[in-house]
């Protein structure tokens, strides 16, 4: 977006202004204008008439200047994080469905954008993606990185020590995983993943393979998604202690924080209203409703 800076300076006043490419022309205009009055019907006094000028700016800098955002997304995490988000345009998940009602409600466009999970931190960083899904309970004491604002809380999400249930006594806490090999998704973040081994695979559907094949003896995944792929592969699974449980939030790039007000007003709505329970409880069935288990050559 090509964007203007107007400075101007006169008898110790300065006025500065940032403007859409789409008002030079009206610059252009009111520069001829003023330059071409000797007098006003103010009398010699050009910095009342530039202070005018300046006024009608603030007036119209919301029509002229409002820039057409469009906000670039990936909510597709590990592709395999059902119900919040599924590889199906007709059903494409919990987050995806509710995102798009939000850029709705707060009239912005939007973008979605599937990556993989490392290669969407990357482009979060460059700026080629404006916004993701994160909780601060994922980050180590609830920090996120710099760079970026949060959203009001959409929804709690809660991660689980999952593991086969014969080997549950040996995972009665959190303390549990210390030093040990857990299986984690690439790209997802852990707020204590510097006290143990992390085992990266591509989504929970493949930690709980890799459990079933006793590649590794305990994984981290939400409830939601470790039950979903659970029943899909027909392999029990133990939900053990918590691992980490908070709200997710939009978590925006710096420059766009003049949409959060638009955003939070539009998802808070919607929220009133009842929508987003509606989408999960639809979700929950159609998880419900779709399992049908795969055969034990398909583990």
């Not at 202070?51 to 057409?68: E, H, K, M, T």
């Amino acid at each position: 977006m090509s964007v203007l800076t107007l400075v101007y300076t006169e008898q110790n006043f300065t006025e500065s202004y940032t403007i859409n490419r789409k008002s030079t022309l009206f610059f252009e205009f009111i520069g001829i204008v003023g330059h071409s009055y000797n007098k006003t019907p103010f009398g010699n006094d050009m910095f009342t008439l530039h202070r005018l000028v300046f006024l009608l700016l603030l007036i119209n800098v919301s029509v002229l200047a409002a820039p057409d955002v469009r906000l670039k997304y990936d909510l597709s995490a590990s592709n395999g994080l059902i119900p919040y988000y599924n590889n199906d345009p007709d059903f494409p998940g919990i987050f995806p469905e509710f995102i798009h009602l939000v850029l709705k409600e707060a009239n912005i466009q939007g973008e979605s954008i599937v990556l993989p999970p490392a290669r969407t931190q990357l482009a979060l960083a460059r700026g080629e993606l404006d916004f993701d899904i994160i909780s601060p309970s994922w980050f180590k004491n609830h920090k996120i990185p710099k760079g970026f604002v949060l959203s009001d809380p959409l929804l709690k999400m809660t991660e689980h020590l999952i593991y086969l249930p014969q080997k549950e006594q040996f995972f009665t806490n959190n303390k549990s995983i210390l030093g040990q090999t857990v299986g984690t998704v690439r790209g997802y973040f852990y707020h204590d993943d510097d006290t143990f081994f992390r085992f990266d695979l591509i989504s929970e559907k493949e930690i709980i393979q890799a459990l079933y094949k006793e590649r590794i003896d305990v994984g981290i995944s939400g409830d939601l998604p470790a039950l979903f792929w659970s029943q899909k592969l027909n392999i029990p699974i133990q939900l053990g202690p918590i691992h980490s449980q908070g709200y997710v939030h939009i978590r925006l790039r710096d420059e766009h924080q003049h949409l959060l007000p638009q955003l939070n007003k539009a998802l808070n709505n919607l929220i009133e209203k009842g929508t987003l329970d509606v989408i999960v409880q639809r979700y929950l069935q159609i998880m419900a409703y779709s399992n049908t288990p795969q055969s034990t050559s398909e583990k």
